[in-house]
T-cell receptor, first 117, second 113 residues
Framework: AQKITQTQPGMFVQEKEAVTLDCTYD???????LFWYKQPSSGEMIFLIY??????QNATEGRYSLNFQKARKSANLVISASQLGDSAMYFC??????????????FGGGTRVLVKP | ETGVTQTPRHLVMGMTNKKSLKCEQH?????MYWYKQSAKKPLELMFV???????ENNSVPSRFSPECPNSSHLFLHLHTLQPEDSALYLC????????????FGQGTRLTVV
């Protein structure tokens, strides 16, 4: 069974500073994908970044980067130059791909980020 | 705006009521999902539909009944719910079963009284 752990229930970050959100995972599958989603107060889950288990380089998307340490089974999200609009819940998720059955995402408990002006 | 639309956004229903949640996408996606987000639990996958066929039921009680009449629409029919079923119900879709990114709707906030 897959498991995702986010140990930080909430954190404050000063505007324009960087913040690291922790995520550790556990799986016996050799092939998996790791995601980060942002959930603002409006409710929808917004895809931020993806890292495949066989990807050699850490994923980056604009101000988001994923610090992937496969041996330690961690996939931390780094948000650089925080903005007020970054205040939201952030979820780490892992994908199990079941052929012809679709993606099955397992989510962590989330980290609430509040950016202070 | 992700292209996945859920209605209604908020729903209050009694335990004896029957209601339906609707999810719609015109992104050309062929896989659609229902997730449940409770207050103190991580998001849980409920159902997966792939090309209109249900391919996953994650041990969901029968008082939740999904329906996928076509690749663009997904329903969740609700009847005789319990107060502990109160949650945010999120619909998601992606192009095919092995696509990387899933697009989520804004969810339906359900309260069972």
């Amino acid at each position: 069974a897959q498991k995702i752990t986010q140990t930080q229930p909430g954190m404050f970050v000063q505007e324009k500073e960087a913040v690291t959100l922790d995520c550790t995972y556990d799986t016996s599958d050799p092939s998996y994908g790791l995601f980060w989603y942002k959930q603002p107060s409006s409710g929808e889950m917004i895809f931020l970044i993806y890292q495949g288990s066989y990807d050699q380089q850490n994923a980056t998307e604009g101000r988001y980067s994923l610090n992937f340490q496969k041996a330690r089974k961690s996939a931390n999200l780094v948000i650089s130059a925080s903005q007020l609009g970054d205040s939201a819940m952030y979820f780490c998720a892992m994908r199990e791909v079941v052929k012809a059955a679709g993606n099955k995402l397992t989510f962590g408990g989330g980290t609430r980020v509040l950016v202070k002006p | 705006e992700t292209g996945v639309t859920q209605t209604p956004r908020h729903l209050v229903m009694g335990m004896t009521n029957k209601k339906s949640l609707k999810c719609e996408q015109h992104l050309g996606h062929n896989a659609m999902y229902w997730y449940k987000q409770s207050a103190k639990k991580p998001l849980e996958l409920m159902f997966v539909y792939n090309f209109k066929e249900q391919t996953e039921n994650n041990s969901v009680p029968s008082r939740f009944s999904p329906e996928c009449p076509n690749s663009s629409h997904l329903f969740l029919h609700l009847h005789t719910l319990q107060p502990e079923d109160s949650a945010l119900y999120l619909c998601a879709s992606n192009e095919r079963w092995d696509s990387t990114e899933a697009f989520f709707g804004q969810g339906t906030r359900l309260t069972v009284v």
